[in-house]
């Protein structure tokens, strides 16, 4: 399904540039043989058999902690108090938006705008803080998405089912040596970062180091209300960030219009953008990968932008992409 294009996309420059930036080979060559014939999404067997889609089993970690941080978001609705929904909103904005949205997708991923090293360990640290990953699995699973989008080899497209775009893409084990691979041919130029290198050894740590700070500080407050602190500042809110970042990838390659004639599904949902500080104007970027800018009407707001625009005005912020799309009519 499509609607008719106005505007311009440089959806193939785009990809172009991340695979010229990344260093990466185009996939057109080898396991994307689709990509020759004009990188139409196609519909392909989605794997119906356990071993197909886990060849490796399940990844055990990955598991328990999402169970652990469902379970926690749903035992703090009996620990309710109006500081731990204060703490849970400022760290979903601090995590969700300067972390994810603005460090690890804008800033690490697609370049679209630069910042002094220290702001940008920063930006990473508060990316970590999510419990989503390191910055360099969050970035090479991300740009491979985009290079094979809604194609075979994408990590999370709808084309394998709803619940495999959502929750279940990274959910079966991978191999050291496949994660090896995976960073190398995504993200090198991260690798050769030894900060990067340590966070993504290190990544769990902020989470947990939080989590055990706000219980204590909460006990100090008051016997029995470090749980309220705990459970909302990480589990609520982590739950809460985990399904924004994830309707981006399932959602909104579903749901939602276009303002762009793209080769994939992706599509601009207003209530994922709402929930995620912008990136639910996903179709926008898609085809306009490395504007810093995914809101591209005027009602399409994007919060994570204003932010960027915000650290341009105040000299954080430079070679910002901000060059909004011709309207060609
Ligand atoms: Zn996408
Ligand atoms: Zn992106």
């Not at 004009?38 to 794997?47: E, L």
């Not at 702001?119 to 998405?145: D, N, Q």
């Not at 399409?300 to 105040?314: A, F, H, N």
Request: proline letters at 5%.
């Amino acid at each position: 399904m499509s609607v008719e294009s106005p505007l311009k996309t440089d959806d193939k420059r785009s990809k172009s540039a991340l695979l010229a930036a990344t260093q990466v080979a185009d996939p057109s060559t080898d396991e994307n043989k689709a990509g020759k014939s004009g990188r139409k999404p196609i519909a392909h067997p989605i794997p119906t058999r356990f071993r197909d889609r886990f060849p490796n089993g399940l990844n055990w970690t990955n598991f328990t902690w999402m169970l652990v941080m469902h379970t926690g978001a749903v035992a703090s609705l009996w620990y309710f108090s109006w500081t731990g929904l204060a703490i849970c909103a400022v760290l979903h904005f601090v995590t969700a938006c300067l972390g994810v949205t603005l460090g690890y997708h804008r800033l690490l991923t697609h370049g679209s705008f630069k910042v002094p090293k220290p702001v940008e360990y920063f930006f990473s640290v508060c990316g970590m803080l999510s419990a989503e990953g390191s910055p360099i699995f969050w970035v090479a699973t991300h740009r491979k998405h985009h290079v094979l989008s809604d194609l075979p080899g994408d990590p999370h497209s709808p084309n394998d089912g709803f619940w495999w775009s959502h929750i279940l893409w990274f959910k079966p084990r991978v191999l050291k040596s496949e994660e090896e691979a995976l960073f190398a041919r995504w993200a090198p130029d991260m690798w050769k970062d030894p900060w990067h290198r340590v966070f993504d050894k290190i990544f769990p740590v902020f989470t947990i180091l939080l989590g055990i700070g706000l219980f204590v500080a909460g006990e100090a407050m008051e016997p029995g209300f470090g749980w309220s602190l705990a459970l909302w500042g990480v589990c609520m809110r982590a739950v809460l960030c985990y399904h924004s970042t994830w309707f981006v990838n399932s959602a909104t390659h579903i749901w939602g219009y276009r303002n762009y004639e793209t080769t994939d599904r992706s599509r601009n949902l207003w209530w994922v953008a709402l929930a995620s500080y912008g990136e639910g104007w996903h179709n926008n970027h898609h085809a306009h990968q490395r504007l810093a800018r995914h809101g591209h009407r005027w009602w399409e707001i994007d919060v994570t932008w204003m932010v960027i625009r915000t650290l341009q005005i105040l000299g954080i912020a430079t070679n910002v992409q901000d060059r909004i799309p011709e309207q060609t009519k």
